[in-house]
């Protein structure tokens, strides 16, 4: 079974459960320390709101950043491009960094 997304795209009942099993402290330590999250194309996770760095979500953790985010709802797959096998990071900002 499966559960539609806003985006459009399908995640499985069992993986969201999952995922929600890891917010709680005490089971979350043990799927840490028993599994590895992998990104994939990204599709799927949130940049800013989804913990997929392991330690929270980024707009929790870099505030200043999320605020001067144009998009706050973005898809990580979104967030830059392949250049010569490189991810290049590209955001949109409200204003010009380091001014």
Known sequence: MSEQRDNNTKISLWWKDLKEIRKFEEWGGM?????????????????????????????????????????????????????????VWNFPWRKDLFD
């Open 31 to 87: 799927f840490k320390d028993c599994f590895n999250w992998e990104v994939g194309d990204g599709i799927n996770i949130l940049f800013w709101t989804d913990n997929w760095v392991g330690s929270g979500a980024l707009k929790d953790r870099i505030l200043r950043l999320y605020s001067l985010s144009v998009d706050k709802d973005e898809q990580l797959f979104n967030c830059g491009d392949w250049v010569d096998e490189v991810w």
